[in-house]
């Protein structure tokens, strides 16, 4: 089982291709979000006082993060693109899966205890995150 932060699932039809990233955009983002993003989500599990297993950073278009039930976390290399609290606030939502393995209130309340501003994280992914994936 799984919990994610999906992307939108509307189909990409933008076409632009000129906004695509080339793949050695692609290749040092990938290399600049497996040195960055671990050491995040190390601080923030700290702070949230949540253990974990290991990070994996991939490129995908289909979501921001994931936990799996073995206590993984999986994440977007494109998180290195958006502006720091929406990074803060994808890793903290898939630590929070650490305790919740789900979006119960429960959940909910761990995230913003550790984040009270949160939704403010959840409308910028709602309004710019696909215009982000969409470059992969
Ligand atoms: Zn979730």
Redesign the pocket.
Known sequence: MQ???NASDKKSDSGNVENKFTASELANILIDAKIKLPRLVSHYAKEMDIEYENVFIKAQKTRWGSCSDRGNINLNCLLTQVPPYVRRYVIV??LA?RKEMN?SERFWKIVADEMPDYQKSVRWLKKHGDSIIDRL
């Open positions: 919990q994610d932060i939502h898939e899966h979006h």
